[in-house]
């Protein structure tokens, strides 16, 4: 079974400092994608980044950067020179092989505040 | 319009009632899901549908039913819900789900209240 692991319930940051989202994962599947999503207050789900499991280099997406250590199975978000708009839920997912579909998993979330 | 767009963004219903959500998406992919969100639990998968076809069900009650007329739109209808089916009910999309490297886009979302 996948599983997605998302150890802070909430982390605070303060405005212009770099913040680090923990995710693990656990998986027997070689092929997966990893992804983190950011949900603000009003609720949408808005898609950040993505690293696919046979991916050599750490994805960039602008401030967004995602540190992926396959063998310790994680897949951390670093979200560098925060801003108060990045005040919002975040969470990791998983896609992974379930009979032919590829089904996300996703964690817990982890809520990030941060101060001006 | 662009992106994944669900209506109605807010629903009060009785238990008795009977009532729909609609996602549809204008972004040109083939795979819908429906997901529940519930405060302090896991973002939940529900259905997924391929090309039309649902391929998967997570063991959810007959009171929700889904429904795929084509790969744009998706429904999800209610009837004899429970208190604790209040919940975000959430729509998302994907270019389709074979392959493991393709982000889901999701809608706003409808949050449902039952009295």
Same mark, same amino acid.
């Given at each position: 079974?996948?599983?997605?692991?998302?150890?802070?319930?909430?982390?605070?940051?303060?405005?212009?400092?770099?913040?680090?989202?923990?995710?693990?994962?656990?998986?027997?599947?070689?092929?997966?994608?990893?992804?983190?999503?950011?949900?603000?207050?009003?609720?949408?789900?808005?898609?950040?980044?993505?690293?696919?499991?046979?991916?050599?280099?750490?994805?960039?997406?602008?401030?967004?950067?995602?540190?992926?250590?396959?063998?310790?199975?994680?897949?951390?978000?670093?979200?560098?020179?925060?801003?108060?708009?990045?005040?919002?839920?975040?969470?990791?997912?998983?896609?992974?092989?379930?009979?032919?579909?590829?089904?996300?998993?996703?964690?817990?979330?982890?809520?990030?505040?941060?101060?001006? | 319009?662009?992106?994944?767009?669900?209506?109605?963004?807010?629903?009060?219903?009785?238990?008795?009632?009977?009532?729909?959500?609609?996602?549809?998406?204008?972004?040109?992919?083939?795979?819908?899901?429906?997901? =529940?969100?519930?405060?302090?639990?896991?973002?939940?998968?529900?259905?997924?549908?391929?090309? =039309?076809?649902?391929?998967?069900?997570?063991?959810?009650?007959?009171?929700?039913?889904?429904?795929?007329?084509?790969?744009? $739109?998706?429904?999800? $209808?209610?009837?004899?819900?429970?208190?604790?089916?209040?919940?975000?009910?959430?729509?998302?999309?994907?270019?389709?789900?074979?392959?493991?490297?393709?982000?889901? $886009?999701?809608?706003?979302?409808?949050?449902?209240?039952?009295?």
């Amino acid at each position: 079974a996948q599983k997605i692991t998302q150890t802070q319930p909430g982390m605070f940051v303060q405005e212009k400092e770099a913040v680090t989202l923990d995710c693990t994962y656990d998986t027997s599947d070689q092929s997966y994608g990893l992804f983190w999503y950011k949900q603000p207050s009003s609720g949408e789900m808005i898609f950040l980044i993505y690293q696919g499991s046979y991916d050599e280099q750490n994805a960039t997406e602008g401030r967004y950067s995602l540190n992926f250590q396959k063998a310790r199975k994680s897949a951390n978000l670093v979200i560098s020179a925060s801003q108060l708009g990045d005040s919002a839920m975040y969470f990791c997912a998983m896609s992974s092989a379930s009979g032919g579909s590829y089904i996300p998993t996703f964690g817990r979330g982890t809520s990030l505040i941060v101060h001006p | 319009e662009t992106g994944v767009t669900q209506t109605p963004r807010h629903l009060v219903m009785g238990m008795t009632n009977k009532k729909s959500l609609k996602c549809e998406q204008h972004l040109g992919h083939n795979a819908m899901y429906w997901y =529940k969100q519930s405060a302090k639990k896991p973002l939940e998968l529900m259905f997924v549908y391929n090309f =039309k076809e649902q391929t998967e069900n997570n063991s959810v009650p007959s009171r929700f039913s889904p429904e795929c007329p084509n790969s744009s $739109h998706l429904f999800l $209808h209610l009837h004899t819900l429970q208190p604790e089916d209040s919940a975000l009910y959430l729509c998302a999309s994907s270019q389709d789900s074979g392959t493991a490297y393709q982000p889901q $886009h999701f809608g706003d979302g409808t949050r449902l209240s039952i009295l």
